[in-house]
């Protein structure tokens, strides 16, 4: 059996959330909020939380079983077709993480390599590290995610000269409904924590773990927004595809240290490939849960080109990217509140009978 500790699992969680939100939707929410976009961050998180709440009061009746093996044993027929709704969910995060770092590396790295190099690159590594378990992949992203933490932490001292306080006035000009607007393209990537008890069950995942999980990525989103609207300003940051990249390429420490976005990148990017192994493991796991004769790590390469292939047919390009992210919140309502609410009342271990 894999083990994780604790901070792994806190470190997981905060990966699949700032990951996300960072390249996805991080321009859709400054072009809702504006100036005031900050104020949808704790909003955002208030709906986080209320989702891991609710999955954890469920995790908790059902120790060392993670929610795949819950749905399979508890209800059978049921059961095995929520959790096929949930892998099919995850296999669309998957998706939609493998197409927007190809487009990233393709904007800003490597303008003139094919898509399909880079894809197989990603591939490849995903693959590699998915296979070797979960426990490998945990531990590598304990590595990076600690390394990117902490840049993002150095980023508003990097930056303070550059910070101009009048980029947030007037507050709340057009009242409080730009602010909800905003919450709403954040809500459903700060929700992507709900992927930890379907990883591991109790008490591995708690409340605890996925409060703080939560937090530490929402806080980076939090620095990072609030920078960008300090330095560049709501108007110039909506323009930008990726407004956290454009922040770090005007840190310049000296003279002939001014590409230190470069570094950053390199720190910042093997976390992301590290999430979407885990999104492969993830989804090879649940297959094995709810079909015990299937091999999950057979099934990981057969998903990750799977997942190459339909990123590319469901995104062609950055404008449906967009597209996308201005609808999901309607699915990450039903996966990230209905159903949490439903496995947490009725969600219970079978009755002893004498």
């Known amino acids: 059996m894999e083990m994780i500790s604790n901070r792994q699992l806190v470190l997981i969680g905060a990966s699949y959330v700032m990951n996300g939100a960072l390249l996805c939707t991080m321009v859709k929410a400054i072009e809702a909020g504006y100036n005031d976009v900050w104020m949808a961050v704790p909003i955002a998180v208030a709906a986080g939380l209320a989702a891991v709440w609710m999955l954890a009061a469920a995790a908790r009746r059902f120790p060392g079983q993670d929610l795949f093996e819950v749905l399979a044993a508890r209800h059978p027929v049921v059961g095995r ?9 995850f296999f669309i995060l998957l998706c939609r993480d493998f197409r927007i770092l190809i487009l990233y590396i393709n904007i800003t790295l490597l303008e003139y390599t094919p898509l399909l190099i880079v894809a197989m690159l990603i591939l490849a590594c995903a693959v590699y590290m998915a296979r070797a378990g979960l426990e490998v992949s945990a531990r590598v992203n304990e590595i990076w995610m600690f390394l990117y933490v902490v840049c993002v932490l150095l980023v508003p001292i990097l930056v303070a000269p550059a910070i101009h306080l009048h980029h947030l006035f007037p507050m709340l000009y057009d009242g409080f409904v730009p602010v909800l607007k ?4 954040l809500f459903p990537f700060f929700g992507d924590i709900i992927i930890l008890p379907f990883l591991i069950g109790y008490p591995a995942f708690k409340l605890k773990s996925g409060t703080q999980g939560l937090l530490i990525g929402s806080a980076s989103i939090f620095i990072l927004i609030a920078c960008a609207l300090l330095v560049l300003g709501a108007n110039v940051a909506s323009r930008f595809t990726f407004p956290a990249y454009e ?7 000296t003279d002939f240290l001014d590409r230190l976005e470069l570094p950053l990148v390199a720190i910042w990017m093997p976390t992301l490939i590290t999430k979407i192994a885990i999104g492969m493991h993830l989804a090879s796991h649940g297959f094995g849960r709810l079909l015990p004769g299937l091999s999950p790590r057979e099934l990981i390469l057969p998903f990750g080109a799977l997942a190459v292939s339909c990123s590319f047919w469901l995104f062609r390009d950055l404008a449906e990217m967009f597209l996308f992210n201005r609808l999901w919140p309607y699915a990450a309502i039903l996966f990230q509140l209905v159903i949490p609410l439903l496995f947490a009342l009725f969600l219970r271990p079978a009755r002893n009978r004498q």
């Open 182 to 185: 905003g919450s709403w393209f």
């Open 81 to 89: 077709a929520i959790g096929f709704l949930y892998i099919f969910y």
């Open 247 to 253: 922040l770090v390429r005007l840190i310049q420490l």
